[in-house]
């Protein structure tokens, strides 16, 4: 990047470019397992023309250009470009317009799941997406998120009815719009879901809201086995219980949540957490059933969630998972698998993670989003200690070898990034021509986040 | 097309290649309001080998191809191409899996919903895309359907979790899998739906089935003008009661369906048709939040039907509604406008329908998925009549202004076809040269169902 673009893009955002090095390192990777990439400048455009003008100079002189939100994602998908700029988004921050009546609301790229929350908290209606982290909404959109209420409420894809976008050659275009659907021409909406910031930037995101259900309740139910406690879930989501989220973290993973996350009153043994949003009557019903089931499985009784208070602790544990899993080890990382399979195979596939881990020597908190045939083990590693992490690599090639066999795909929720290129090749292999052809020609300079999801031969 | 291409053709299909008159006649148009236009000839594939084979030749010598299914559209999407080729994929009319326990399965592009819906009954799961006619699942993935019960089961876009799409080149791609979600690339099996035919053949479909409900109760309430009938639809939405149709009939389409269908103790007045799955106990719950809601827009009480077999009737009525409007003129033909809003403006965009139409004098029975904010104006006519058919264009031309300005979609559930593509440069111009470059890309030779949805410069 030679000085006279630098000057272009200082005249333009002032002191909303940065090159110096601290500023470049923090925007350097997410929360992955990748060694930190700094890009050469760090870009903080306010509008969509600001967005428009950055990528049509960067497009003319072929410069990389990796969009960043918040940085939480896992799959080294904003790691940095040594000859390019990262473009943080984090001042696109505004909700744009909320309408209560038609539960829906536009924001841009880097409102985050609780700002907007908090927001709308008053008018009765949520938004229903819920990763781990406090995600911005634009990642969300870009990797295909989902978490621990999918199987109510659906992913980013069942909830985003329109995107604003601007191309790499600084076109702006408003795809779908504010109606529940649409059949007015191709799904642009849907390409840019999931496209990782390689065929653009999304810089605003139609979304559906849903009424705040009149009853919410939350209980706890341990289990002997991770089996059974894995089993019940399937059976749950089998007998077709309209259950807003149904969670499962395993023997590890309850430990180190107990201490990290200070919680009583609460064993070390295989969980599930459940949530059930309805009318009184309605959420009465299916915990009957969903007790009937725990029970038939050994489960313990259910623990509630007596007040609001409790209820919130309890999801901020569960959210908490990654952070608490990292702080096990001083200056450690996480490698975090994300398999999702059909529900019938769940259990199939969780009794093999377990037993290929305990094999390996590896220490592997779990959790699930069960609802969704989605589970991720959580494995902590010393970077310097390389065996570990070699080791941690064969159990995820086992791990994604055996999905695959189970009709399973090697990511849920968290997208392809750097880490999972090999594995998409394995599951989509007879796809990728036609990806890498559609990347061409929307970005015919390889500009939008070079090197991620897929190489371009 | 030259003889030599007839030949491999004829070589390759046997008696499954016509170049009949009265073939190519039977597959020149859907249920639209287009002249016919005949094919060449006429191809029915068996496999997807054999669809790969006919595409690889038709592309190398660059012969345009309509996919043909049930021939239910109705904008025009199947007219047929006099320098091309129709291929009907009736032959490829198979249920290949149905996993019970995971609530998913996979067919052939022209199994239908009602031949699918008949296979699942003792399986206790259901195919829960429900348009008027009985159209193929292929098709109904090429237009991205939807119809009576999306309010509660979405439509196509989000039970289609998987496709095999034959690209124009032959290759033969299988996109998505089996899993409720993914991130694994680019969605690009949400960009063969809705593409109507233009990029490629839908030759099999992975679907998502949902558990029959335990309770199923329809009841039918009248009103005294359209607009309370809709006002009613409208704050049922807004309250958020969970339900799974609700459609509006005008005092026109009433009349005509009580005729038609041979309904009786029924009126011929603005009607709302309700029908609510779930548990007996929430089914009661929600039905006595709508009798309340509907009471105070002076609906009539409630009339149940009291067995299965008066609910098919009543929603065979309902399915019916294109045909009986056909019925109304010998060799007439029906304009079906098709514009879906945010529910906050379903209203105002009815009334303006019935005023325009009632200033133009024409008969404009309506029908509408108001849950999803759908509603059509079913406009019989005489084609013989020109000057009639110009009033239809007019007033579609004003409703299409009109949904715009309310932020609304040109179509909610039909596709562009042949006859909207001017509407969808009003609606998404800034789209077009996206969508142009994507088709370029994938077919180049411009042979996939070619002049749809848009024009290629």
Redesign the interface.
Same mark, same amino acid.
């Given at each position: 990047m030679n000085e006279q673009i630098q000057t272009e893009l200082k005249n333009l955002l002032n002191n909303r470019f940065s090159t110096s090095e601290s500023t470049r390192a923090n925007y350097a990777r997410g929360e992955d397992t990748f060694d930190p990439i700094l890009s050469k400048a760090v870009v903080f455009p306010e509008t969509n023309e600001e967005v428009s003008k950055i990528l049509g100079l960067c497009n003319k002189h072929k410069i990389p250009v990796v969009p960043f939100g918040t940085g939480t994602s896992l799959e080294g998908n904003v790691v940095g470009n040594d000859k390019g700029i990262t473009m943080c988004l984090e001042k696109m921050n505004k909700i744009l317009s909320v309408?209560v009546?038609?539960?829906?609301c536009r924001v841009q790229a880097c409102v985050t799941k609780e700002q907007l929350n908090d927001y709308l908290r008053e008018d009765g209606v949520f938004f229903p997406i819920d990763p781990g982290a406090n995600a911005a909404i634009g990642g969300m959109a870009s +990797? @295909? %998120?989902?978490g621990t209420m999918?199987v109510k409420y659906?992913?980013m894809?069942?909830v985003i009815t329109g995107l604003t976008v601007v191309?790499p050659n600084g076109?702006?275009?408003?795809?779908g719009?504010?109606?529940?659907? +649409? @059949? %007015?021409?191709?799904?642009?909406t849907?390409?840019f879901?999931?496209?990782e910031g390689t065929l653009g930037v999304i810089t605003e995101i139609q979304l559906r809201l849903?009424?705040i259900p009149e009853s919410i309740m939350s209980a706890v139910c341990h289990f002997k086995t991770l089996e059974s406690a894995v089993q019940t879930a399937q059976q749950i989501i089998?007998y077709?219980v309209p259950i807003a989220r149904i969670e499962m973290l395993n023997k590890d993973q309850m430990e180190i949540s107990i201490n990290y996350s200070k919680l009583k009153d609460i064993e070390a043994v295989p969980t599930l957490f459940f949530e059930f949003h309805?009318?009184d009557?309605?959420n009465q019903?299916n915990i009957k059933v969903v007790e009937e089931i725990s029970k038939e499985n050994n489960g313990s009784s259910f623990k509630w969630a007596k007040d609001l208070q409790e209820r919130n602790k309890l999801w901020k544990a569960r959210w908490d998972v990654y952070y608490s899993v990292k702080a096990l080890i001083n200056n450690g990382r996480v490698y975090s698998t994300?398999v999702?399979?059909?529900?019938?195979k769940i259990t199939e596939c969780v009794n093999f993670a377990e037993e290929q881990t305990k094999k390996l020597g590896l220490r592997a908190p779990m959790v699930g989003h069960l609802g969704?045939?989605?589970f991720h083990v959580l494995l902590p590693y010393d970077p310097t200690q390389k065996e570990t992490y070699k080791k941690i690599r064969d159990f995820s090639d086992l791990l994604i070898q055996k999905t695959l066999k189970l009709?399973?795909?090697?990511?849920?929720?968290?997208?392809?990034g750097l880490h999972?290129k090999s594995y998409?090749i394995k599951?989509?292999g007879?796809?990728?021509?036609?990806?890498q052809?559609?990347k061409?020609?929307?970005d015919q300079n390889n500009i939008m986040n070079p090197g991620k999801?897929?190489d371009l031969n």
């Open positions: 309408n009546e038609d539960f829906d +990797t @295909s %998120a989902s999918a659906g992913t894809k069942s191309l076109d702006i275009i408003n795809t719009g504010r109606t529940k659907k +649409t @059949s %007015a021409g191709y799904n642009l849907n390409l879901i999931g496209s849903s009424p089998q077709g309805g009318s009557t309605s019903e994300d999702c399979l059909p529900v019938s969704d045939g989605n009709n399973g795909t090697i990511t849920g929720e968290h997208g392809v999972k998409l599951e989509h007879d796809n990728i021509p036609l990806m052809s559609i061409k020609t929307i999801i897929f």
